[in-house]
């Protein structure tokens, strides 16, 4: 039987890492989101990530995404993974499933995860481009990196 499952993890995450966890015999639907790092921002080359976090706040905070879904979509199990830690192009930084009976509740709910998470999740994203690097905050899609800290 499927279950919640939110967690940090400083080890490489797969793509199908959630989804025999979060179903259930009854479900119709789950939807995946998988974050992976890319080798620019904005145009600047990343050599990799790092990312940081406050793990238990991280973790409670993950929890109280799933229920906000749970009271706002007719799903069933939530699954969020994000990575700590050195990250390489290509790897998975985040996964979020989203298991329900019917495909729509469970691609809406996805979709708010991962905004929620940006948005109030303490996880720390330092880029490290060839030219510099820098600690990011919020959503670096939505917003101009940040200035160079720690540049030679």
Known sequence: MGKDVYRLTDTSIEPDALHKEVLNDHDGAITTFAGVVRDNT??????????DAYREMAEKKMREIGEEMKDRWEIDCVGILHGTG???????????????PHRK?????????????????PIWKKEVWVDGEAWIEGDPSSAQPASMEGEE
Do not use: F, P
């Not at 509740?105 to 999740?121: G, N």
């Open 42 to 51: 904005k145009g600047r080359a990343t050599q990799y990530l790092v990312y």
């Open 86 to 100: 050195k990250m390489e192009i290509g790897d998975i930084s985040v996964l979020i499933a989203v298991s329900s």
């Open 105 to 121: 509740a469970s691609l809406e709910a996805c979709h708010y995860a991962i905004d929620r998470l940006k948005e109030t999740v």
